[in-house]
């Protein structure tokens, strides 16, 4: 099962452009990455998930370099309400013994 | 709106009670999964199921049961609560045409403490 590596936390401020990257250096031919945000006292939300290149969607993009081995989720004009954490996810349910693992996610801060 | 829903909020209970922390959703969804969450160690995956009365063990099934009669129902069982199954347990559902942790969608999570 392919592991991801995530930044423990970032910074920013307000109207910035954020760009969290996660390594996963074995990922597998049938896995797909995918983001999710997770607020205090909630459960994680589905942000974005892509295979190769770029995928943009309204909240955020997600870059994927050709060899896949790592992925950025970027966002655009941050605001105090993207203080969240974020999760790097690698995996494919196309298998019932398939897992989708999640990583201990990046903390992201925003700042006024 | 689609929802999970986990029919507890906030529960405490003793050392080596039987615990049961109950989830349901109304997506008609295929797949239903239960984490938990502890500070540092992000979401760990405790056991899951691709249809009814079928399980899988994830990560840390150990101490843990689970059962599902019904596609909308996923039940976690503590079957004699402990102290270090003091944590957030989350439960999350996904259409079965999903791919590799697209469009998982979470309840609000209980936080279970154990005495």
């Known amino acids: 099962l392919a592991k991801t590596t995530q930044p423990i936390s970032m910074d920013s401020y307000e109207g910035q452009e954020v760009n969290i990257t996660c390594s996963h250096n074995?990922?597998?031919?049938?896995?797909?990455i995918t983001w999710y945000q997770q607020f205090p006292s909630q459960g994680p939300r589905f942000i974005i998930q892509?295979?190769?290149t770029k995928v943009t969607n309204e909240v955020a993009s997600l870059f994927i370099p050709a060899d896949r081995k790592s992925s950025t989720l970027s966002l655009p004009r941050v605001s105090l309400s993207d203080t969240a954490v974020y999760y790097c996810?690698?995996?494919?349910?196309?298998?019932?013994?398939?897992?989708?693992?999640f990583g201990s996610g990046t903390r992201l801060s925003i700042r006024p | 709106d689609v929802k999970v829903t986990q029919s507890s909020r906030y529960l405490v209970k003793r050392t080596g009670e039987k615990v049961f922390l109950e989830c349901v959703q109304d997506?008609?969804?295929?797949?239903m999964f239960w984490y938990r969450q502890d500070p540092g160690l992000g979401l760990r995956l405790i056991y899951f199921?691709?249809?009814?009365?079928?399980?899988e063990k994830g990560d840390i099934p150990e101490g843990y049961s689970v059962s599902r009669e019904k596609k909308e129902r996923f039940s976690l069982i503590l079957e004699s609560a402990s102290t270090n199954q003091t944590s957030m347990y989350l439960c999350?559902?996904?259409?079965?045409?999903?791919?590799?942790?697209?469009?998982?969608?979470f309840g609000s999570g209980t936080r279970l403490t154990v005495v």
């Open positions: 999350a559902s996904s259409n079965g045409l999903a791919t590799g942790g697209y469009g998982y969608t």
């Open positions: 074995n990922i597998a031919t049938n896995d797909y």
């Open positions: 892509g295979y190769k």
């Open positions: 996810l690698v995996g494919d349910m196309g298998s019932s013994a398939s897992k989708i693992i």
């Open positions: 997506m008609d969804h295929e797949n």
């Open positions: 199921s691709y249809d009814v009365k079928m399980k």
